[in-house]
């Protein structure tokens, strides 16, 4: 079955950076569209970022541009999000979700998610 | 505008039914997707497209949509149907997905 499992969180200081990982199983990440999604302490869902099912595209929130990248590695069926210049505000849970569409490129629904991976940033 | 309104809370009585509401201009060209999510865990999909159910929602979860407002309804809702509930759907570039705020359900 479908299965996507994060990786990477933990503390790091103001200005540093972190790379967090999402292994994927049950389906190939060249099928599909695949995000970041956060959600900070007590608050909703924010849309991270995505990356288009061959690759070919990214686009992101206004509130991470320039600072995250989202890459994958189909060898390993495994989504990443690096990030750079952490700010406190960018403490969250990360998810990484699978979009709806298979081979789509337009972003839809999120059909499958990970069970989170937690990044806090403080000095 | 690309915001999603949702109400912050709603409840309903063991049993009956309630509609959970979401607003917003990106509506009017791209369905919406709506997640249930309870405390501690990652959200899970219970609705999509026009009125699509995934497997293993149960069937008195639906969807509906006119205009710009789209609305999950859940008939004779369950205790175990608490949680924090979202909808989301593409921008207009069609390449950002917008979340609303999220509806906290309490089932009394």
């Known amino acids: 079955q479908v299965q996507l499992v994060e990786s990477g969180g933990g503390v790091v200081q103001p200005g540093r950076s972190l790379r967090l990982s999402c292994t994927a199983s049950?389906?190939?990440?060249?099928?599909?569209?695949m995000h970041w999604v956060r959600q900070a302490p007590g608050k909703g869902l924010e849309w991270v970022a995505v990356?288009?099912?061959?690759?070919?595209?990214?686009f992101y929130a206004d509130s991470v541009k320039g600072r995250f990248t989202i890459s994958r590695d189909e060898s390993k069926n495994t989504l990443y999000l690096h990030m750079n210049s952490l700010r406190p505000e960018d403490r969250a849970v990360y998810y990484c979700?699978?979009?709806?569409?298979?081979?789509?490129?337009?972003?839809?629904?999120?059909?499958?998610w990970g069970q989170g991976t937690l990044v806090t940033v403080s000095s | 505008s690309s915001e999603l309104t949702q109400d912050p809370s709603v409840s309903v009585a063991l049993g009956q039914t309630v509609r959970i509401t979401c607003q917003g201009d990106?509506?009017?060209?791209?369905?919406a997707g709506w997640y249930q999510q309870k405390p501690g865990q990652a959200p899970v999909l219970v609705m999509y497209?026009?009125?699509n159910r995934p497997s293993g929602i149960p069937d008195r979860f639906s969807g509906s949509s006119s205009g710009n407002t789209a609305s999950l309804t859940i008939t004779g809702a369950q205790a175990e149907d608490e949680g924090d509930y979202y909808c989301?759907?593409?921008?207009?570039?069609?390449?950002?997905?917008?979340f609303g705020g999220g509806t906290k359900l309490t089932v009394l």
């Open positions: 979700a699978r979009d709806g569409l298979v081979g789509a490129t337009r972003v839809s629904f999120l059909d499958h």
């Open positions: 049950g389906f190939s990440i060249s099928d599909y569209a």
């Open positions: 990356i288009w099912f061959d690759g070919s595209n990214e």
């Open positions: 990106s509506l009017r060209s791209s369905y």
């Open positions: 497209g026009k009125h």
């Open positions: 989301n759907c593409r921008d207009s570039s069609a390449n950002h997905l917008v």
